[in-house]
């Protein structure tokens, strides 16, 4: 059965799913370290959100959540579904799950990017009711 919820506390058990998750969404990323989980977990900024099955931790998903001017803003990063767990609805519960993580927070709306190549999670993403935005995406990277 799969569950979802928010990590409170960095384990060896999180630790080892994320160096297990991370790699299977960026290769050019390495997995965050237990320091870096820490902050992640301890920030009012972020929630990290874990899929497990049957007690093991089979996906993730970060949602960034901060206050502008105009309102709260809320962003969905990271998502990654272990390959064995593909196809039983993690990917949707995780996303569910943030979602509604956000409305408590305040915010109006959540965003998130996904690659094109990535056609099953932009078909799922679709079915949640994301909408593509006609927008110009910048990135700045410094030195």
Known sequence: MIEIHEALTVTDELVDAMNRLIPQLSRSN????????QLIVESDASVLFMATDDGVMIGTLTL???????????WIEDVVVDDGGRGKGV??????AA???AN?????????TSRPSREAANRLYQRLGFIARETNVYRYQGS
Request: proline share 14%.
């Open 64 to 74: 960034a959540l901060f206050r502008i001017p105009t309102g709260v803003r809320a």
């Open 99 to 101: 979602l509604a993580r």
């Open 30 to 37: 390495p997995p965050p370290t237990p320091e870096e989980l």
């Open 91 to 96: 990917g949707a519960a995780l996303n569910l």
């Open 104 to 112: 408590e927070a305040g915010a109006t709306s959540v965003d998130l």
